[in-house]
C-alpha cells in the first residue's frame, strides 16, 4: 500500500482557490459553474459543494485539505 501511495501524485488546491470556491457557492453557483470559472477539477469541487451543502466550510479555511 505504502508503494501505492508513493505513486500517487499529490496535489493540493490553495487557500484562496478553496475560498473562492466557497464564494462562488454562496453566491448561488453550481460546482460545474464553479469549476469552470476556478480552473479547478470538477470532481474536486463536486466534493467541496457537498460539503457546503452539508453546512461544511472547513475546508475553506484549513491550510491543508
Known sequence: MEE???LRKKHWV???KRQ???AL???GNG???TATMTGL???T???YRRRYAQGDDSWAY???V
Open 25 to 27: 457557492f454562496q453566491e
Open 14 to 16: 490553495s487557500l484562496d
Open 62 to 64: 484549513r491550510e491543508r
Open 41 to 43: 477539477n470538477k470532481y
Open 4 to 6: 501505492r501511495d508513493s
Open 45 to 47: 469541487v463536486r466534493d
Open 20 to 22: 473562492e470556491c466557497l
Open 31 to 33: 460546482y460545474k459553474s
